[in-house]
């Protein structure tokens, strides 16, 4: 394969404008209190151009190596010195020795390969005659014996990527609409009364303009205190220069691991301290205990009966939150004829809503405990500071020890404002008579 300049170039061309754009997306990391702080669009828009930049070198340095490869193939072959001493009548020259791999490529064998027209297995075994061996052997080898200390013997080695943990998909903040706020705390006004007179007034009371009757409301103010959730590892600066993908594994599950704990808190946080208030918690949801239920009712009618209980209260409930365990037992119901009732078709699956309400299953919810409810409308998120990575060698020794922290953290507030939207469902048990 001949040396193609144009590509060469067009390669170097590519791999400056991919360090340009690093450099680009570099100066714009902000700096806060002696701390690089990178969001997580940026952090991805570096790390594919760090990729693309590693390929693209990769590339250059073949054609390079090409390039020398066909300008030294090019070059007319220098006379030996005893060429020039027969060509000046003082001695004949002596018969110079071919490698194995040379007198490979002279065979007739290889050659009837004619450059792969006639296929790709050779006529006919390649063998050697005597004279060819002697002459050979006759050549020093390149070693004697495998090299000592390490490595200790010659070959590349191949380090496969590490096979990371699996990960949830389904998330119960899912559920809710995205929001964010600047405060440090959401105060709202919670309705905990209405006492409705409305009703048919005459014109007149007698002598005198009918009275109207007055309705009454009350409302208790409430807080939602805006949380953080954070998490932190400790690294060699060595180590992650010298494994990239190290770096992206450490990020990834430290982000993973503030999703795990927001899910929990969403529905189980118990408000103390610095936790959330979660829905679950939460006091005036409503309840529905599947054994206090119809006889003859499964846990899919449970949730039908408790999605009843929203709708009474004027809220459309727009997800169920439920157990993997608990979904399974759902989706395996199957009628007197052995037909299953939630998914259409067992090979191609069912889209996860039941009773048209979107279902999140996930191991955040407790076994045997369901939650449905209007998510968006009886209970907000609020994004205080999206999950983000920061990195710092501020904390203890670190800078002498050449090591960094990489810090995951998020701050969030969960206002759960129409407890009645949020039904609690109980599978403790099948329905008694």
């Known amino acids: 394969m001949s040396f193609d300049e ?34 997580a669009k940026q952090k991805s828009a570096f790390d594919s151009n760090m990729r693309d930049i590693r390929e693209i070198k990769s590339l250059i340095e073949g054609l390079e190596g090409m390039r020398d490869v066909d300008s030294w193939s090019s070059q007319p072959a220098s006379g030996s010195v005893a060429q020039e001493s027969n060509a000046q009548g003082q001695w004949a020259p002596q018969p110079q020795a071919k490698s194995l791999g040379q007198m490979f490529v002279d065979s007739p064998e ?14 006919s075994p390649f063998q050697l005659n005597r004279a060819d061996v002697a002459g050979m052997w006759s050549t020093k080898d390149i070693y004697s014996a495998l090299p000592s200390g390490n490595p200790g013997s010659f070959g590349s080695v191949q380090r496969d990527p590490m096979v990371l943990p699996p990960m949830r998909t389904r998330r119960v903040r899912d559920l809710f609409p995205s929001r964010t706020t600047t405060a440090a705390v959401i105060e709202y006004f919670r309705m905990t009364g ?6 048919s007034v005459a014109e007149r009371d007698g002598g005198s303009f009918a009275a109207k ?14 949380r953080t959730l954070a998490h932190w590892e400790a690294a060699h600066r060595n180590v992650l220069a010298d494994e990239p993908q190290l770096r992206s594994i450490i990020d990834n599950e430290l982000l993973y691991g503030l999703r795990l704990q ?9 408000g103390s301290g610095e936790n959330l208030r979660g829905i679950l ?13 119809l006889v003859g009712d499964n846990k899919a009618d449970a949730i039908r009966r408790a999605a009843t209980l929203s709708f009474l209260a004027y809220y459309e409930p727009t997800g169920v939150v439920l157990h993997p365990n608990d979904w399974e037992d759902i989706e395996l119901s199957k009628d007197d004829n052995g037909q299953y009732l939630v998914a259409v078709s067992v090979a191609m699956g069912g889209e996860p809503k039941l009773w048209r309400i979107p279902v ?52 969030l507030a969960l206002a759960v404002k129409r407890p009645e939207a949020f039904v609690a469902v109980s599978f403790d048990g099948a329905p008694v008579a």
């Open 281 to 293: 918690e939460t006091t005036g949801i409503q309840t529905y205990d599947w054994s206090a239920g």
């Open 360 to 411: 999140v299953d996930t191991p955040a919810m407790t076994e045997g405990t369901a939650l449905v409810g209007a998510f968006g409308t009886g209970a907000q998120l609020y994004d205080r500071e999206q999950a983000s990575i920061r990195i710092s060698e501020q904390h203890a020794d670190f800078f002498v020890r050449n090591a960094i922290v990489v810090l995951a953290e998020q701050r």
């Open 213 to 226: 009757p007055q309705s009454s409301f009350s409302f208790v103010g409430e807080q939602a205190p805006v």
């Open 110 to 123: 290889f050659k009837a390969l004619d450059s792969g027209k006639n296929g790709a297995n050779m006529p």
């Open 6 to 39: 144009s590509r060469l170039r067009e390669l170097q061309g590519a791999l400056r404008t991919k360090m340009a754009d690093n450099k680009a997306i570099a100066d714009s990391f902000q700096i806060e209190n002696e701390t690089v702080v990178v969001d």
């Open 194 to 199: 209405f006492t409705n007179n409305a009703a």
């Open 262 to 270: 927001e899910d929990s808190q969403i529905l189980t946080g118990n």
